[in-house]
């Protein structure tokens, strides 16, 4: 088995990090049977009243407590880690220079992560594939003609 799929830890909530970067893995919320991992920092946020707590960047306050995703973990960020990576999905190499493509994901709105609202793209010297579902970007993208 490879690094990226071993070594998860379940998150146990509010201040069980220190803060930093860590690599972080969970079901989309939008997309049936897409697992995304991607880069992103806990930091120290306020939360209404009393210390400020260690928390997510990309976790949600309602004004009464903080909400992560169910099913959420995380492990400790390798340096050749990739902002983003979408679990099961094969891509092929650029077709023009040979080399490897990543993921790139933009936030359909302020403050999104991955596994939230927004689009999936492969992008490489002159080749660019974007969609909601990157299931469907990769099928573009791993099609030659």
């Not at 893995?25 to 697992?35: K, P, T, W």
């Not at 407590?65 to 094969?90: F, M």
């Amino acid at each position: 088995m490879d690094k990226a799929m071993c070594n998860w830890t379940d998150y146990d909530g509010i201040n069980s990090l220190p803060v930093g970067e860590y690599l972080w893995r969970v079901s989309h919320q939008h997309l049936d049977s897409v697992v995304v991992q991607f880069r992103d920092k806990v930091r120290l946020r306020g939360h209404g009243h009393g210390d400020r707590v260690a928390s997510p960047k990309f976790d949600y306050w309602d004004g009464y407590r903080v909400h992560l995703p169910d099913g959420l973990q995380y492990r400790s960020v390798d340096r050749n880690d990739p902002a983003v990576t979408v679990e099961g999905i094969d891509l092929l190499t650029c077709p023009f220079c040979g080399e490897p493509v990543m993921w790139a994901f933009h936030a359909g709105f302020i403050g999104a992560a991955p596994h939230q609202r927004g689009s999936f793209e492969i992008k490489h010297c002159f080749a660019d594939v974007q969609r909601d579902d990157p299931r469907k970007a990769a099928e573009l993208w791993n099609t030659r003609t």
